[in-house]
């Protein structure tokens, strides 16, 4: 184990590495401030620069966006009332009230402190835990990895917000596409059509593009009349001694909520900071000033939607389930660049594991300082208009979908589903649950296939094992919740 800490550390700290995570963490702040440009296209975009590095440096670099990304958010919703990603959502209730009283800059440094803190709390939880959860791992037979599958394919009911029905057919639809190609126990052809490029399936970077990039950019030219105007500018940024120890308790908070919700699959970053902001709020002495400006309200928040970035790596890296909407497209990004997580990760590749393990607190203390150097220059930023920053994202889209493979087909496939996805998109339809579907679908079916040839076809052998019944039953029970869960929302 010390040795792995000890080459793991070597690996993050070369030179060439921290310029990398420097510039996925810079990236992902940027991104996260401009409202419209998510997380996951974030990592989509910075996804075919990252063919030509070594996996540990690619993972490094999309790790720093991740990080950065989740914190960026904030920037847009303190300064303009907008969030920049859906996980800064509940930073707009106390924080652009702050920026209304001219303290953007503090409701900034405040966002930045609770960040990098969540980020460091949810960090120790993932190098306790995710080693563990990988050892148990090993235990598991065909059938308890399908029973996996299917306990991961139910996120797609708590992502899919409150259209589970459209979640399901876009999960479905998902779960189609992985079945298109050459089935892999027999060698047949399934849904080719005769077309030879489709013998392989569908490659899934043009899939991502497609479906989150393209398809947001299609959205982005329709409003692109709706520019928000920045109306605060950035004066007083340090905070007092008070100030900084009003935030300890809430920073606390945060990082609990935000470390179990991010652990547990399906939930993710929204959900952890209304969470924990309610939380905090019913517990204050002062829950009468929550709404109107307080950086207790900013801390709770911001810690909670980082250390939700450390829980949720912990089942997407030791079991190869995402924790969360993010996680899914960081999962598929992992699988792109030759990356497989799950538990023989942790044995095949531990300087890997480690080294990422290592980058990962690199990336809190590059985020503090980026952070804090990029809150003077936030307000230029965000005066970028969609018009110009469209078009850009565009042409790196269409780069991105051909160096791939130099390939015309592969940008065709990305323009084909960048309009499936601005249809889901004007329908309602969520996008996650497809890429679930993709991603989970041969998982599901290779270990499928191959329980019941191990079990000549008897089918009770996914209840038989303890693992695989516990892992139904788990199904079962996040369907139920997040049924329940809907039905609450819509009283």
């Known amino acids: 184990m010390t040795s792995y800490w000890i080459e793991g550390i070597r690996i993050a700290l070369q030179p060439s590495n921290i310029l990398l995570m420097f510039i996925g963490t810079l990236g992902g702040i940027i991104v996260g401030a401009l409202p419209g440009i998510t997380s996951s296209m974030g990592i989509i975009l910075l996804l075919p620069f990252t063919f030509y590095l070594d996996p540990k440096s690619a993972l490094l670099m ?33 924080g652009h009230p ?6 953007a800059g503090k409701a900034i440094l405040t966002a930045l402190i609770a960040s990098t803190s969540g980020g460091i709390l949810s960090g120790i939880t993932l190098v306790l835990l995710a080693p563990e959860l990988a050892s148990f791992a090993l235990k598991f037979s065909p059938a308890d990895y399908f029973s996996l599958s299917i306990f991961g394919l139910t996120i797609i009911a708590s992502v899919s917000g409150r259209n589970i029905l459209k979640g399901l057919v876009s999960g479905l639809f998902g779960l189609f596409l992985a079945t298109v190609g050459i089935e892999n126990i027999r060698g047949s052809e399934r849904f080719t059509f005769g077309i030879s490029a489709l013998t392989a399936g569908f490659e899934l970077l043009p899939v991502l593009i497609g479906i989150f990039a393209i398809s947001e950019i299609l959205f982005g030219l329709e409003e692109r009349n709706k520019e928000e105007k920045i109306q605060h500018q950035i004066s007083s940024i340090f905070l007092s001694k008070e100030e900084l120890k009003a935030i300890i308790i809430p920073i606390l ?46 801390a709770v928040v911001e810690c909670a939607n980082n250390a939700v970035t450390g829980g949720a790596m912990v089942p997407t890296l030791a079991l190869g389930v995402p924790g969360d909407v993010v996680t899914a497209v ?16 942790f044995q095949s590749s ?53 160096a791939i493979r130099n390939s015309l087909y592969d940008v065709g496939v990305t323009i084909v589903f960048g309009l499936i996805g601005y249809f889901m998109k004007k329908q309602g339809f969520p996008e996650t649950p497809l890429i679930i579907g993709l991603i989970l679908g041969p998982m599901a079916e290779q ?45």
Do not use: C, H
């Open 447 to 491: 270990n499928l296939n191959r329980a019941l040839i191990i079990s000549q076809n008897d089918w009770s052998i996914f209840i038989r094992s303890p693992i695989s019944l516990t892992l139904l039953i788990l199904a079962i029970i996040s369907i139920l919740l997040s049924l329940i869960s809907v039905k609450k929302e819509s009283r």
């Open 98 to 103: 702050l920026a209304k009283q001219g303290k």
């Open 350 to 402: 531990p300087d890997l594991v480690y080294s990422f393990f290592a980058g990962w607190f690199i990336i809190q203390f590059l985020m503090l300082i980026t952070g804090f150097v990029s809150t003077f220059s936030a307000p230029y930023i965000l005066r970028v208009p969609k018009k110009i920053l469209m078009p850009i994202i565009l042409i790196f889209a269409i780069i991105g979908s051909f």
């Open 330 to 345: 960081m999962l598929g990004a992992m699988i792109l660049i030759g990356i497989k997580p799950g538990p023989l990760l």
């Open 62 to 94: 999309l790790a720093g966006m991740y990080s950065g990304s989740m914190f960026g958010g904030s920037i847009s919703a303190i300064l303009l009332g907008v969030p920049g990603t859906p996980s800064a959502a509940a930073t707009l209730l106390d």
């Open 253 to 298: 908070v945060g990082a609990i909520i935000g470390i179990i919700i991010g652990v547990i699959p399906g939930t993710g970053g929204t959900i952890a900071t209304f969470l924990a902001y309610n939380q905090l709020k019913n517990w204050s002495k002062k829950k009468e000033k929550f709404g109107s400006g307080i950086i207790e309200g900013v």
